[in-house]
């Protein structure tokens, strides 16, 4: 008989790319083959984002035409996974009864059992149960990147933050046993991995179930010391929780990267308010000083919403005023969207979609000057990467310091996987070009 394959498509963040990595794992244990052509498999996955709704519609109209959407093979059969079937559940199949699976995020561990329904022809299979002790431990994974890792630390959250749907599509904040981290870390750094890249939630919320690794910062010591790993970086870290300790690994330990993700959302102190963030401007920037005043540079990105409800002229200033203030390296900015189960879903002052437009406009732009005299400060300068890619148009080859800048340059082939010394020569808001230096 021939072996059956399956494809998956993957929408939203990191961790829902790793979740597939370890659903592509499962299935590979249970006999599938993966395929690059949608045309050829057996089973077709799509494991998706609900974090805001035109994450949704684009699954939804995705759905709607699936057979041109995706060239499917006759008797394919359909599932889908992630945040979008945790919070939509039976209604996938009342809207499109071509779906055969749903699963959340909780269930993964079952999807062998699940997966053996669907192949025996029931033609809805459902598991969206929130089970807070479920962590979905598997050791065949298959990792899309050769080069960087990501390993789960933790996942969930408790936060609730009024705009979020995180804590009703990833359920309550569990970690992982340290111990456990460190082995498949050691697995993989003799597997040849030398980048890891740790996943949470709220990453630096790690607690060590076991109590053995006393926090999250002598976490990223402990990882640092396993031999052959050169690079270590964590997303994404709440505010609420970024000891200085972190900050004093930074500092101490090189091959922890020079880079923070601290998602701000607002840089007005009402608005964090009404948002539940439980900072206020003032102490998110008290800590953005103290990683200001560290003695290895530290690269920062955060994550802003413009058009809160509530949100007026000055505060949508305040958040420009923050920008200002902070000079991030790089921002990810969203149009607030409501989201049915948050608490905002009920607020009032809504925000209307063209004003929420404009303030992402104006605000992107704001941004888009404070990373071109950012930029300008690198040319000349020398860099060491971990070469990944190629670049957009593949002319290039792609690599990234230290601190997550993206730079291209010409060098051969073989250097991919490789470390390579570039000296910058032009730059654009977004991303670097460089030469190889000696
Ligand atoms: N609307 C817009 N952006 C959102 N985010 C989370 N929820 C929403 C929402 N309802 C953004 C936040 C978060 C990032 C992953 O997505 O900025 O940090």
Known sequence: MEQKKFFIET???QMNHHDSEKVAGTLIRMGYAPTEDSSEADLL??????????????????LGSIEKCYRTKVGAKVGLLGCMAQMEGEKIFERTPNVNLVVGSSSYSFLPQLI???EQGVPHVIDVTQD???LFETYTQSRENPYKAYVTIMEGCNRYCAFCVVPYTRGPERSRNGTHILSEIRQLASEGYQEILLLGQTVNSWRDPAGEIPSFAELLRRVADIEGIRRIRFTSPHPSDFHPEIIEVIETVPAVCN????PVQSGSTPILQRMKRDYTREEYWRRVELIKAAKREIALSTDIIVGFPGESQ??????????????YDLIFSFKYSPRPGTEAYSFED???????SRRLLVLQEFQRKIQLERNARFIG?????????????????MGRTTQNKIVNFLGPPELLGKWAQVRVTRFSAHSLQGELAS
Request: overall charge negative; charged content about 35%.
């Open 11 to 13: 929408f939203g963040c």
């Open 45 to 62: 996955l799509l494991n998706t984002c609900n974090i805001r709704e035109k994450a949704n519609q684009k699954v939804f109209s995705r």
């Open 116 to 118: 053996a329904q669907v």
């Open 132 to 134: 807070s002790d479920r």
């Open 259 to 262: 880079q923070v993700h601290l």
């Open 314 to 327: 000055e505060d949508f200033e305040e958040t420009l005023s923050l920008m200002e203030q902070v000079q």
């Open 350 to 356: 809504g925000i209307s979609e063209e004003e929420k």
């Open 381 to 397: 300068k020398e860099f060491e990467v971990l070469v990944e890619g190629k670049s957009r148009d593949a002319k290039d080859l």
